[in-house]
């Protein structure tokens, strides 16, 4: 067989493959996979503040070995509305399927970015707020006791426009936001934590995007951020299609537990 039959093989086996949806050819020792990616839906992360999008890490590299399309999203962390209208865009350049997963402030953004897109699917709150209309982040995490955020916040850095940015102060970083964490890995991220305005967390929301699309919940039993209790009563409230409570966990459930988070995404992307 001279090279050029076998390469006229080898491009009409490509198109048999593609024509009749086969899934796996095997041809001279070379495996490929015609049924990819495609066929799941994108899984869309939106990080909260204080972190930054190597926190979906854990997370993403076990979507990404499973086969799934992942965006994480650099959250601007400005305001609910402009950072919602930001990944709203995002997910307009995105075919097919979606599944919006936000952590912390990010479950504010996602519960603002649907803007009546008819891929996103289900969305999937991962130690979230998911305000109603007129709710603030500030309001919902001091509705039950047990958040100690307020005193381990740096002094606010002014900004140009009148407004402030808000970080954690780094030596209270590892109690605060992640006692589950190495204190190696959380120097880390208090080093690369990235600020939310003030405003922000106390801008009230629009209508929910949960009120007409299913959702999903996953926190953990020690959050310091946001109370366990006001989000299981947030996760009652969307009527969550599943909520799992991670004993043990920090605010930062999908660092330290990525497994769990990943199944639950997973029980999202295949609900039908």
Do not use: C
């Not at 109690?175 to 190495?182: G, I, M, R, S, Y």
């Not at 299913?214 to 969307?238: C, H, K, T, V």
């Amino acid at each position: 067989m001279n090279m050029l039959t076998l390469r006229k093989g080898i491009r009409l086996l490509l198109v048999v493959a593609l024509f009749l949806g086969t899934t796996v050819i095997t041809f001279l020792g070379v495996t490929m996979n015609t049924a990819s990616a495609q066929d799941k839906p994108t899984i869309v992360l939106i990080h909260g503040a204080f972190a930054e999008s190597s926190s979906w890490n854990g997370v993403l590299s076990e979507l990404i070995t499973k086969g799934y399309p992942t965006i994480a999203v650099a959250n601007p962390l400005r305001g609910v509305q402009s950072d919602a209208d930001y990944v709203a865009s995002v997910l307009s350049g995105i075919e097919g399927l979606i599944v919006l997963v936000g952590h912390s402030y990010g479950g504010a953004v996602i519960t603002n970015a649907v803007n009546d897109d008819g891929n996103v699917k289900a969305l999937v709150y991962v130690a979230g707020f998911a305000p109603d209309t007129g709710e603030t982040a500030a309001e919902l995490s001091g509705r039950y006791p047990g958040s100690t955020l307020g005193p381990t916040l740096a002094p606010p850095v002014e900004l140009p426009d009148g407004g402030k940015d808000l970080y954690i102060q780094q030596d209270k970083f590892h109690a605060q936001f992640a006692a589950d964490l190495p204190t190696s890995d959380t120097q880390l991220m208090a080093s690369t934590q990235r600020p939310i305005t003030e405003a922000a967390l106390n801008e009230g929301s629009g209508e929910p995007a949960w009120k007409s699309i299913p959702s999903w919940f996953i926190y953990g039993e020690r959050d310091l951020n946001i109370p366990a209790a006001a989000q299981a009563f947030m996760a009652e409230r969307a009527n969550s299609k599943e909520t799992v409570v991670v004993r043990g966990a920090s605010h930062v459930v999908m660092v330290s537990h990525p497994d769990a988070v990943v199944e639950l995404i997973e029980h999202a992307a295949a609900d039908n």
